[in-house]
């Protein structure tokens, strides 16, 4: 019997909703790690039906993959993924893990990140060789590390 031409590489239709096991085989992470990433993003909320089984809807599966490539391959934290989802809204993490522009939460312009410049008494932070991370990726940790180090002498004072 041959496939609908809409149908995905198991057979089913792209709209239909995914168990645990067939979204952590897609990604290739335990199912455990699914089951955390609920606890942690509380955005990831998939159905759930008798005995607890989980159904993740395609717009689940999305933002699961997001997470996925923002926390495997792009070298973000669980706490920097918060940030981004507090930044630019849990809508636009598939956008962002995509490398595509959004808007800022309650912006009407696309979010871009302005050049930092190290105040004259503060050293500029050595940069971090990222094997896996993108150079945005890498900007931004360094101008992260330069605020962190801005905030902790401003606590200070």
Do not use: C
Not at 30 to 39: A, D, I, N, S, Y
Not at 74 to 87: A, E, Q, S, W
Not at 109 to 120: E, F, K, L, M, N
Request: proline fraction near 10%; hydrophobic fraction near 45%; aromatic fraction near 6%.
């Amino acid at each position: 019997m041959a496939l609908p031409p809409e149908a995905d590489a198991d057979g089913k239709d792209p709209a239909a909703f995914r168990t645990i096991r067939e979204v952590s085989e897609l990604l290739d992470v335990p199912q455990h790690v699914l089951r955390f990433w609920e606890t942690r993003f509380p955005e990831l909320k998939p159905l759930q039906r008798g005995g607890n089984r989980r159904y993740y809807r395609p717009g689940d599966v999305a933002f699961a993959s997001a997470l996925h490539k923002l926390l495997h391959k792009d070298g973000y934290t669980v706490k920097g993924v918060r940030k981004l989802i507090t930044d630019h809204g849990a809508g636009n993490l598939v956008a962002i893990a995509n490398g595509e522009s959004v808007a800022a939460k309650g912006r009407g312009r696309p979010a871009a990140i302005a050049p930092v410049t190290p105040i004259a008494s503060e050293p500029a932070p050595a940069p971090i060789p990222l094997p896996t991370a993108a150079a945005t990726s890498h900007s931004l940790l360094t101008e992260l590390l330069v605020l962190r180090d801005r905030l902790a002498s401003a606590l200070a004072a």
